[in-house]
């Protein structure tokens, strides 16, 4: 089991950030790790876990986003082509700001699937990448296409006999993602503002009323939890314990 101190955070409990430790009292190793966020939208990652992105980033981790798709579906008005430009742009600036190397697979929004192909896909890109720690959505999720994230990356973690960590983080608790039961926390109060911008990048998504109605209450809820200003927070999944 994971020994939780202070705030329990994620990244000091599995990526080497200060004060990591295990149950014995022996530190993590600080080695460089690789580490894939995989959301099933432009602007999923940054909001469910752009503060740890962040964080990891800065402490020499190498940080992968991937996009399940190109949020084609998401600018009114705006034709699949037209939209997917746009939030490509958006994803890239994102990127810049958190310091993450960004992959876009290719998914429709809105319209993403569960098949064997899809399956298949999702494995394969995470063999292709071969990551340490894998932070993906919650599967129990009222958004469809989040729902379906979830469980390809939950699929692609079994069949490749779990060898890496399964994190699961949250967005708009209570509304999309439901029943979430956090395991670890982060403390992002040292990035909070670099967050902030990396999710405003997405501008044609207008995420003010989203992200201050949900996202804000939700930063300082967790931050309650763990004792601190504001955090972040992750379910480890369970079989992910007998790796460390």
């Not at 403390?187 to 990396?198: D, F, T, Y």
Request: with cysteine; proline share 4%; charged share 25%.
């Amino acid at each position: 089991m994971i020994k939780k101190t202070g705030i329990a955070a994620l990244g000091a409990t599995v990526l080497g950030l200060p004060s990591a430790a295990s149950d014995s009292g022996k530190i993590i190793d600080t080695r460089r790790r690789k580490v894939l966020v995989i959301g099933a939208h432009p602007d999923d990652p940054e909001t469910g876990c752009g503060g740890t992105m962040c964080l990891l980033a800065d402490a020499g981790h190498e940080v992968v986003c991937v996009y399940l798709t190109r949020g084609e579906a998401g600018i009114p008005g705006k034709s699949h082509d037209e939209a997917a430009a746009i939030r490509v742009e958006e994803c890239k600036k994102a990127c810049e700001i958190t310091g993450a190397r960004y992959i876009f697979m290719n998914q429709v929004d809105g319209n993403t699937q569960v098949n064997q192909e899809r399956y298949q896909e999702m494995r394969a890109l995470i063999e292709r990448e071969n990551p340490d720690v894998v932070l993906t959505h919650w599967p129990i999720d009222s958004h469809r296409d989040h729902a379906v994230c979830g469980m390809l990356v939950l699929d692609a973690w079994r069949r490749m006999d779990r060898s890496f960590q399964l994190y699961y983080f949250e967005v708009m608790t209570g509304d999309q993602t439901q029943m979430f039961h956090p395991t670890h926390w982060v403390n992002i109060g040292s990035v909070l503002e670099r967050k902030h911008k990396a999710c405003y990048s997405h501008v044609s998504q207008q995420l003010e009323p989203i992200f201050e109605g949900w996202h804000v209450p939700m930063e300082r809820f967790r931050g309650i939890e763990s004792h601190c200003s504001v955090a972040e927070a992750f379910a480890l999944h369970t079989d992910s314990l007998a790796s460390l």
